[in-house]
């Protein structure tokens, strides 16, 4: 079993700048895929960045050249750094780890963007 939890939300006005923790404990495999994903009220949720398991990293367009996501395997931690951040970033992120064809998700955390 895998636990998934997410830290670092929050109020923040627009241009400003949030990072995200994801800390994973449990059976945690050495590769494995990780993303981020976020829910907008009235939205559905959606993909914003992942880490394969080769360690390849991928985003989505509307936050390119915005975010970073990195992963610490020795802690079994995610993070995405959060820049130049837009109202329309506003929303519940929560991480996701596959692990052995598994899937595991955080409880989120809120990202506030706003004046």
């Known amino acids: 079993q895998v636990t998934l939890v997410e830290s670092g939300g929050g109020l923040v006005q627009p241009g400003g700048s949030l990072r995200l923790s994801c800390a994973a404990s449990g059976s945690i495999f050495r590769i494995y895929v990780s993303n981020w994903y976020r829910q907008a009220p009235g939205k559905q949720r959606e993909w914003v960045a992942g880490i394969t398991g080769g360690g390849s990293v991928n985003y989505a367009d509307s936050v390119k050249d915005r975010f970073t996501i990195s992963r610490d395997g020795a802690k079994n931690a995610l993070y995405l750094q959060m820049n130049s951040l837009k109202p329309e970033d506003t929303a519940v992120y929560y991480c996701?780890?596959?692990?052995?064809?598994?899937?595991?998700w955080g409880p989120g955390t809120q990202v506030t963007v706003s004046s």
């Open positions: 996701y780890f596959r692990i052995l064809g598994r899937e595991y």
